[in-house]
């Protein structure tokens, strides 16, 4: 993924400097380091700051349909993992957002082992 620089995001990303420098400051106080990213003194902007698992989720949440028999079952798969409801993890893919990053991370690898466990070409694709 490819970040843009913070001086370049107000014509891009149509976000003032400021506000983008306020959320960095709040993620840094949460923990929290998948918007931005601090390279050789500069700072960083992920293109999808507000969601920045969106495109990787949703993507792993497509090839996941093609091999699931239905949308329930992959939200059932990921609830029994994550102790979540079934109809929470549902609508989280409804949305697409992911506010909580750990999360986010999780569901990755449960869509991951799902399309693995799930596909019938695994063999084929691997090898």
Known sequence: MHFI???CCERVLEASR??????KW????????????????????HPNYKCPHFDDISELYYKALECAKSEKE?????????????HAIYFYFRNFKFKNPDFARIVTKLLKIFIKQNNLFAEIENG
């Open 5 to 7: 620089p913070l001086d």
């Open 18 to 23: 400021i506000e983008l420098l306020r959320l």
């Open 26 to 45: 709040t993620d840094e106080k949460n923990g929290r380091n998948d918007r931005f990213v601090k390279q050789g003194g500069k700072i960083f902007v």
């Open 74 to 86: 992959i939200s059932r798969f990921i609830a029994k993992r994550t102790k979540k409801s079934e």
